[in-house]
């Protein structure tokens, strides 16, 4: 049986880590909005940290699955590039959420 590559190891360990933490805060963000959206509480139990916590679930994700992509993906170079040019598409529609409105506009 082939061995594994040290970074397609690397990488698998450092997805399992982000994956469990993301499925952790998956889990208190939807019990946040459960226990406030039936008035249980009538507020959510995560207070103020609400907002920032939904944007780190996301981007946490994001993060898991682009990490079990790469796995796979290292070990074709030509599937490498593809999956980065997408990982990264991804990366700048989430960070400039304008940029497709200006590229539209510019093909246009």
Known sequence: MKKDN???SFVNVIGQI????AVILWLLCLLNG????????GH???GDATGILEYIKYWATL????????EFALRKPLLFI???VVVA???IL?????????LSGMAS
């Not at 993060?63 to 790469?70: F, K």
């Not at 989430?94 to 200006?102: D, I, Q, R």
């Open 6 to 8: 040290p970074i397609i």
């Open 18 to 21: 982000i994956a469990f933490f």
């Open 34 to 41: 459960a226990l406030s959206a039936d008035n249980f509480l």
């Open 44 to 46: 959510h139990f995560l």
């Open 63 to 70: 993060a898991a699955l682009a990490l079990s992509g790469l």
């Open 82 to 84: 593809i999956y980065a």
């Open 89 to 91: 598409g991804c990366v």
């Open 94 to 102: 989430m960070f400039f959420p304008g940029v497709l409105e200006s």
